[in-house]
């Protein structure tokens, strides 16, 4: 397997963890070793984290087909 260019839950995982550990909220940008960005809108209210709004490309990057057999 290959690397991971851009994952948006990681991503999201360290605009919270800014957050909560240097008080960092609104908007916050990750960019990727692959250059791509994604923007991060957090609304937080006092100690409580209300909302995270993700923003950034959108791209079909798999088709597939399963069949389950019971």
Not at 14 to 28: F, P, S, T
Not at 36 to 53: D, V, Y
Request: glycine residues 10%.
């Amino acid at each position: 397997e290959d690397e991971t260019l851009s994952c948006g839950t990681g991503a999201a995982a360290v605009c919270v963890a800014a957050w909560k550990r240097y008080g960092l909220k609104d908007l916050m940008k990750i960019v990727f070793h692959s250059e791509e960005t994604l923007e991060f809108n957090l609304k937080a209210n006092g100690p409580h984290l209300e909302g995270i709004e993700m923003k950034g490309p959108v791209a079909h990057v798999f088709k597939g087909r399963i069949q389950i057999t019971l």
